[in-house]
Structure formats: structure tokens, C-alpha cells
């Protein structure tokens, strides 16, 4: 054991170094900055979830819009078995399936 060391050990003091910063801290030091640290972790959680809130919350409105737009296929599709003039004019199945059809445009009856 080293001359430090051997100092360290009888009082105590515990030597950090970090990024060429170096700190000695004692057990009190260790003490108060654990308390410090319990006291913010409340700040922290709610920060937490507030972040994951609005993850949650990005989600949400991706699946809406993709709910409406599955909406308007099964609302065409329903127009479609009921109305003969609306099926002549139906989307092709590729843009059916990706959704790129106006509704209004097709669900329409003509007179």
C-alpha cells in the first residue's frame, strides 16, 4: 500500500479523479450528496415521465391516423358493395391498400 493510501484509509477520505478533475470527499461528503441526490430523484421520475408521456402520447396519434385512414377504406369498401356505380369507379388494390384515394371522390354517387 502506498503512502497515500495508507493516509486515505486512517481518515477516511476517499480520493476521485474524473476527467482530470480530482476530488477527496469524506465520508460527510458521500453523505450529503446522497441526500442531495434522494431529495432531486423525485424532479428526475417526474421528468422521466413526462418524457415518456409524450412518447406515448406520439404513438397515439400515429395509430389514430393510421385508424382513420383503415376508417375510410372499410367506409368505400361498404359504399362499394352497396352501390354499383361506385364500384366501377374503385381505386386500383395498391393504392386501396396504401390509402391513396380520396373518399369523397369515390364514395359519390353519380346522377
Excluded at 37 to 64: A, N, Y
Excluded at 92 to 101: Q, Y
Aim: charged share 20%.
Amino acid at each position: 500500500m502506498d503512502p497515500s493510501g495508507k493516509i486515505n484509509s486512517a481518515t477516511g477520505i476517499v480520493t476521485v479523479a474524473f476527467a482530470g478533475i480530482n476530488g477527496s470527499f469524506t465520508a460527510a461528503d458521500f453523505h450529503e450528496w446522497g441526500t442531495t441526490f434522494m431529495s432531486l430523484s423525485p424532479f428526475v421520475l417526474i421528468l422521466f415521465l413526462i418524457w415518456r408521456m409524450s412518447k406515448l402520447d406520439k404513438q397515439h396519434s400515429e395509430c389514430t391516423a393510421n385508424q382513420i385512414k383503415t376508417q375510410e377504406q372499410l367506409v368505400l369498401a361498404y359504399r362499394a358493395i352497396q352501390d354499383v356505380q361506385i364500384r366501377r369507379k374503385l381505386p386500383t388494390e395498391e393504392d386501396f391498400c396504401a390509402g391513396n384515394f380520396d373518399l369523397a371522390h369515390h364514395a359519390k354517387k353519380e346522377t
